[in-house]
């Protein structure tokens, strides 16, 4: 016996004519009215008395057709809790960062993440601090990581690094001698930094440097794009203070040399719902405690 017997026995017992179920159940009448027969033939007894004027149940039929119908919705039920069950593996892990999580960050988790949870999608989004807090309120991102501590009732905060700054200079500058170079050797540098749009905790920790150590640059240029500040140096238009990370990038024609006093560095966070029990959420938190030796963190 086919679950589709039971359904065609069920419109026949509904619609109590054989036409009319067969127009229902989209198929001819003759096919049907053998699978009633093959059923009856199946269980061992008879399901409908017919007649050329009606059709209608025997009491066998009756018992039968409320049996017919709990099964059926046992069966639709089993499908359901199924495929809730397949959909609840398929899970989506969406992170939004800064381009020095995706380098200092990500390699070391997400291979990890993707070994321990092969079912979670993982999705980046490269995005300016500001949009990122603006998704992670709204739900639309689960975990961010900016250059700022970001922290609420609903949120919470964790520092994951510390981001070294770095001077970088053309192979072919004069300074490019020194093993290390003082602030005072920067006067009349040209420089280039990051615009305040691309990270504003950034732009202030190196303006803040700039500020302290009373350096009187030639010139100042702001730039957009991570290869516009090493494409300056390449050149040797300028010399330029970025991200450690960055050294990724350099040609052969850029040369890096510590400060005296060194450069600061600024701070990677790591921003998350402290209320969201995703099963992703809590195995990436996981991972990451464990890589980078965090502490947890409250959840109330």
Do not use: W
Request: net charge positive.
């Amino acid at each position: 016996m086919e679950l589709r017997h039971l359904r065609y026995f069920i419109t026949v017992a509904e619609e109590l004519s054989f036409s009319k179920a067969a127009l229902k159940l989209h198929t001819a009448q003759p096919s049907l009215s053998q699978q009633i027969k093959d059923l009856e033939d199946k269980i061992g007894v008879q399901l409908f008395y017919r007649t050329k004027r009606k059709v209608e149940l025997t009491e066998e039929g009756q018992v039968f057709l409320e049996q017919a119908r709990l099964t059926l919705a046992q069966a639709d039920k089993a499908v359901t809790m199924a495929r809730q069950v397949a959909a609840a593996k398929v899970q989506c892990l969406r992170i939004g960062f800064v381009p020095s999580a995706e380098i200092r960050i990500f390699p070391y988790i997400l291979p990890r993440l993707r070994v321990t949870n092969p079912n979670l999608q993982i999705r980046t989004h490269n995005l300016k601090p500001a949009e990122q807090i603006n998704e992670l309120k709204k739900g639309e991102l689960d975990i961010i990581f900016i250059n700022e501590d970001f922290k609420t009732d609903t949120f919470s905060s964790q520092l994951v690094l510390k981001e070294p700054l770095v001077f970088m200079l053309p192979k072919q500058h004069p300074l490019a001698e020194q093993a290390k170079i003082s602030v005072q050797q920067l006067q009349g540098v040209i420089l280039t930094i990051f615009m305040p749009i691309v990270s504003i905790p950034l732009f202030h920790i190196i303006k803040q440097y700039m500020d302290k150590q009373q350096i009187q640059f030639q010139k100042i240029q702001e730039v957009y794009a991570l290869a516009e500040a090493v494409q300056a140096v390449h050149s040797g238009q300028s010399c330029a203070i970025v991200p450690a990370y960055m050294q990724a990038l350099a040609t052969d024609q850029v040369l890096v040399r510590p400060l005296n006093p060194p450069l600061p560095c600024f701070d990677v966070f790591m921003g998350y719902n402290k209320h969201e029990p995703a099963l992703g959420i809590q195995q990436f938190l996981q991972e990451i405690r464990q890589v980078f030796a965090l502490e947890s963190q409250p959840t109330a």
